[in-house]
């Protein structure tokens, strides 16, 4: 087991290696000169050449994917060309924002979201279950920056009693962490009911039935470990999409994190802060994955003893013997 | 008659039973009702809607919604019932094309993953690892922002995004089924690799690739609506769904109406898709077929 | 009939249906049969005659919906089963009565150990601390042959064959007074299978255990019971005891059974199967459900089925011949 953290762990930085030139290509291609744009329309071409040369975008591909990777590894994302500040402080000043956002955000879906479904699989068709899943498909169906605009429109303009942007309390946490999780409560209902009715089906749950088993235990223990299986891969990708509805609800509700920080840097093509915080983001995520993927061979034997081959093997030989 | 017929009678009368039982599904139908409204709407928005998208009147700008224009007008004076009716085009066209293609590539390298495991599974998995570890919208929004506005560009930008979610779930399902006795039965007749995948184990994990698909062309909207919400993606004065929302955000507290009905688009023509793949899913699932 | 109280299990007139949207499936229709303390009652029948319904029927494990116990009685030790509450079915399953799946390979928990599924079900019944019951649980373990340190392993460590024996411990962990076992060794190849067959009649002797053993094999039966009950359609066409149905077979449907199995004893030059297939349990015939296959039909058997007919002791026969 060892062996398979560590060795997950160590696939985790090709990965990330991975990310950076998948960011620093699709940067090095995006149209406009950074030169140009810090020194605005009035500089001269010679004066725009000469920043080119110092910023070292005269370099090859090669050796401008080597610089920035070395910057990156000493924890420097270079420097704002809009500000002059160090990426790698702006970005720390706003992630933390954004982080809870989307942590709070995920918290909130698998807190509804699971029980939510294990009730709508175990009363498969009464009204709690139709009226649980007709919530869980408006969530899906609704884009977030929309559900976002629409809770703005009743509760700070008709009802006026939530905050409309900004972020300076608790109660201004309300309506982003509703629109950013809505999409990601409805899916984890709507997985978590089928693979529960899915599982309810399994012969060994007749077997367990067969031994006298409650109920309450064939669901809560026999049944939802084993449906929890392919749920617990998807609440990553929820914490993903969350990261996402952080961005663009950032932008709705005015919150200065690391979304709206970014997509205003795209605007004004300011690369290093795109790139730094795409990376930042990508390590966050490739660190939670892999606790994900750690947590998978844990629940799923049958996924643990994949990484124990050889032994198994030897067991099976026994056996047939 | 010849063994080719008989498989595809076979065939047909599967199709046939998969239709039979979506029949009786009320909701699937609505969906597809809706579904096929929406795109005869956009098919014929040059016939049906009351004005040119793009008609400026700006003597009747802002105009709460009458008989003379439903949904009202926006700041230029356009009609927004025929900008919503327009937009349909663009988020069906978006939705299906970029959804569709980036699906395709992702069963394939999800089957290939999963089945052969080892080197193909490292290599597939730990690219598909790469596009994940950048949250959809993210990568979405670094890939718009490095190929330029434009609907060519943000359809690949939401495929090139959809295609590690495909590889994983069909990588986790192969997986599954892979172990299974009917897979093993195959491989001991000597059925070859590729028969096992598409003949054995496809069918086998429809249902997940089913509901992701039909999840996915509703997300692959939305995802194009949000990157012109953050004008990114459709530029003005194409009239996309999610640029008119981020161009009437502005107006939020006086004209109401300008932010609720191209949301209301979106959510219909996504809630037609759900409702359809939905009930598809269900009449697909072979395991109810008792 | 015998002294009541060494009646273990009495079923009357169970009725078992599938209500499903195309149609009423008329699964299990009006079994009745008795079974003594000890005694092994083979249940034999095509696929499809509602052996396994009947069986899941003693368990109260129909799954509902589709399916409904329509009437009928089932007692056990005195208790009539179909009254049973609830909390009352949790002490009867597994304890009282245990059942056996035809499939190994899916009937065991496969993100649970072994052991922790022997000892879940001694847990359940018996009052013992974790630590006697997992005693207990791999004592079980090495009665059916499996070395107890095994016990931490998954069931997909095991073969076929070995998780059928780990059900088979599950079943027997409570040492239940009556086992159901559905066609236990149908997914197992043939040595496994005599294997097994050989571990369930010593369990049976050792623990005074008494079985249902639904099979489709006749060979199976004369191995290990002492009664046989003919399912055709839902129904029991004939029981009795062994020579009762083995030598003096009556029921044309029986004797259809024993023409399809090919002897060394006799010398017969061609099988006489019996002709076309089982009936639609959505959509029975009228009058005896056999009727349409049988080879001594008489008009009135296509619009009167027969009452069950003791023609000697113990010995009931349903068909207007013998009627």
């Keep these: ?321 | 008659m010849s063994n080719k017929n008989k498989k595809e009678a076979a065939k047909q009368s599967q199709l046939h039973e998969v239709w039979r039982r979506l029949k009786k599904n009320r909701l699937a139908i609505f969906g597809l009702c809706v579904l096929l409204l929406i795109i005869l709407l956009a098919l014929t928005a040059d016939i049906i809607s009351p004005y040119p998208y793009d008609y400026q009147d700006y003597s009747a700008a802002k105009e709460f919604p009458s008989f003379k224009h439903l949904f009202g007008t926006d700041n230029y004076g356009r009609d927004i019932l025929s900008r919503v009716i327009y937009g349909a085009r663009i988020s069906l066209q978006i939705g299906f094309i970029s959804l569709s293609t980036g699906a395709l590539a992702g069963c394939i390298l999800g089957a290939i993953a999963g089945y052969f495991g080892g080197a193909f599974d490292t290599v597939i998995m730990r690219f598909t690892d790469i596009l994940m570890s950048i949250p959809k919208t993210i990568l979405a929004i670094a890939i718009a922002t490095t190929l330029g506005p434009g609907l060519t560009n943000a359809m690949i930008a939401v495929s090139i995004s959809s295609i590690p979610n495909f590889a994983r779930v069909v990588r986790a399902s192969t997986l599954t089924v892979k172990d299974q006795e009917f897979v093993e039965a195959a491989v001991s007749i000597g059925a070859g690799n590729f028969r096992i995948i598409f003949r054995h184990i496809f069918p086998n994990i429809l249902a997940p690739i089913i509901v992701q698909a039909t999840l996915g062309v509703g997300t692959a909207i939305i995802l194009a609506a949000s990157l012109s919400f953050l004008g990114l993606g459709i530029e003005p004065p194409t009239p996309e769904w999610g640029a008119m929302l981020s161009a009437a955000r502005a107006f939020i507290r006086d004209e109401w109406y300008m932010v609720m009905f191209p949301g209301l688009a979106i959510m219909l023509t996504v809630l037609g898709l759900n409702l359809f793949g939905d009930g598809l899913r269900d009449a697909l699932d072979p395991k109810l077929k008792t | 009939m015998n002294d009541k109280s060494n009646t273990l299990l009495f079923v009357r007139d169970l009725t078992i249906y599938y209500i499903t949207d195309d149609g009423v499936v008329k699964a299990v229709n009006g079994i009745s049969f008795d079974l003594e303390r000890g005694e092994t009652l083979g249940l034999v029948g095509e696929t499809g005659a509602g052996k396994t319904t009947a069986a899941l029927g003693l368990m109260r494990l129909i799954p509902d919906p589709p399916g409904k116990i329509i009437s009928g009685e089932i007692v056990v030790n005195g208790k009539n089963i179909l009254q049973a509450t609830k909390h009352e079915l949790h002490g009867y399953r597994g304890k009282e009565v245990s059942m056996i799946f035809q499939d190994p390979m899916t009937a065991l928990n496969p993100i649970l150990t072994v052991g922790d599924q022997i000892a879940e079900v001694i847990r359940l019944h018996e009052k013992m601390s974790k630590e006697q019951a997992y005693k207990k649980a791999s004592d079980m373990l090495e009665l059916v042959g499996i070395p107890s340190e095994r016990m931490s392993e998954y069931p997909h460590q095991f073969s076929g064959g070995m998780k059928q024996r780990v059900v088979i411990a599950i079943a027997l962990a409570c040492n239940p007074q009556l086992l159901i076992a559905d066609e236990p060794t149908t997914a197992l190849d043939v040595t496994i299978q005599a294997q097994v067959l050989a571990l369930m009649r010593e369990l049976r002797q050792k623990y005074d255990t008494s079985m249902i053993m639904i099979t489709h094999d006749l060979g199976v039966v004369t191995e290990i019971c002492d009664k046989v009950a003919i399912m055709y359609a839902g129904q029991i066409v004939e029981s009795g005891n062994l020579e009762d149905i083995y030598e003096n077979t009556k029921h044309p449907y029986t004797k259809g059974l024993f023409g399809s199995l090919p002897s060394l004893s006799s010398k017969v030059n061609r099988l006489s199967p019996i002709h076309g297939l089982m009936p639609d349990p959505a959509n029975l015939p009228d009058g005896c459900a056999f009727h349409p296959r049988c080879p001594n039909k008489m008009p009135e058997c296509e619009t009167r089925c027969s009452v069950n007919t003791e023609i000697e002791s113990g010995h009931f026969v349903r068909c207007l011949l013998y009627e």
Aim: hydrophobic content about 50%.
């Design chain 1, 1 to 321: 087991m060892l062996k398979f953290v560590i060795k997950r762990i160590l696939v985790t930085i090709p990965v990330l290696l991975g990310v950076t030139l998948l960011i620093f290509t699709m940067m090095y291609f995006t149209n406009g000169d950074p030169a140009r744009l810090i020194l605005g329309d009035e500089a001269t071409e010679i004066e725009v050449e000469v920043l080119r040369e110092d910023l070292g975008l005269n370099d090859s591909f090669l050796e401008q994917y080597t610089n920035y990777l070395i910057g990156v590894i000493k924890g420097n994302l270079g420097t704002s060309y809009v500000t002059g500040i160090p990426v790698s402080v702006e970005i720390m000043d706003r992630i933390g924002i954004t982080i809870r956002l989307a942590t709070l955000s995920t918290l909130f879906a698998v807190v509804i979201g699971i029980p939510a479904g294990i009730i709508s699989a175990v009363k498969q068709y009464s009204a709690v279950d139709n009226i649980t899943m007709i919530l869980a498909l408006l969530g899906i169906t609704m884009p977030n920056f929309w559900l976002a605009l629409m809770l703005v429109l009743f509760f700070s303009v008709f009802l006026n009693i939530l905050p409309a942007s900004g972020l300076y309390g608790p109660l201004y946490y309300i309506m982003p962490v509703i629109s950013i999780s809505a999409v990601s409560i409805a899916t984890i209902a709507r997985m978590t009911r089928s693979s529960m009715l899915e599982v309810i089906r399994q012969d060994y749950i007749r077997t367990s039935r067969a031994k006298g088993q409650t109920e309450f235990i064939i669901i809560f223990k026999h049944a939802l470990k084993n449906a929890l299986i392919p749920i617990i891969t998807v609440i990553g990708i929820q914490f993903a999409i969350s990261l996402g509805g952080a961005v663009v609800n950032e932008q709705v509700f005015a919150i200065p994190g690391l979304g709206k920080f970014m997509v205003d840097a795209i605007k004004a093509r300011n690369y290093p802060v795109v790139q730094g915080g795409v990376l930042v983001i990508a390590i966050m995520f490739s660190i939670l994955n892999l606790l994900i993927d750690l947590l998978y061979a844990f629940v799923d034997p049958r996924i643990k003893t994949q990484y124990q081959k050889s032994s198994k093997k030897l067991k099976i030989a026994k056996e047939e013997g």
